[in-house]
């Protein structure tokens, strides 16, 4: 069984700064892209940004030059550094990767149960 776990959520001061990270555990061949997508009280879940295995990564708009994402394919985990956090950027984070899971042979979409990150003003 493949599960996605996020870890680093809190409550931040606007202005500070946090750590996700999230990790696959179970029996797969390989990941192939990771993401984070947000979901605000009220409001549908979205992307954040996008990492393939080699490295290229997208933002959405809204946190570009404030967020990295980053991936570490020996440990099976994808962070994101969130720095400059707004009271906006308050959201349940979730981990999302593109994984073959050597029970199927099939690539399937999976995600984690997230993590909440309050930014207080």
């Known amino acids: 069984q493949v599960q996605l776990v996020e870890s680093g959520g809190g409550l931040v001061q606007a202005g500070g700064s946090l750590r996700l990270a999230c990790t696959a555990s179970g029996h797969f061949f390989s990941i192939s892209s990771m993401a984070w997508y947000r979901q605000a009280p009220g409001k549908e879940r979205g992307l954040v940004a996008t990492i393939t295995r080699d490295g290229n990564t997208d933002y959405v708009d809204s946190v570009k030059g404030r967020f990295t994402i980053s991936r570490d394919n020996a440990k099976n985990t994808v962070y994101l550094q969130m720095t400059s956090l707004k009271p906006e950027d308050t959201a349940v984070y979730y981990c999302?990767?593109?994984?073959?899971?050597?029970?199927?042979?099939?690539?399937?979409?999976?995600w984690g149960k997230g993590t909440l990150v309050t930014v207080s003003s």
């Open positions: 999302n990767a593109d994984l073959v899971p050597i029970a199927t042979k099939r690539t399937g979409n999976y």
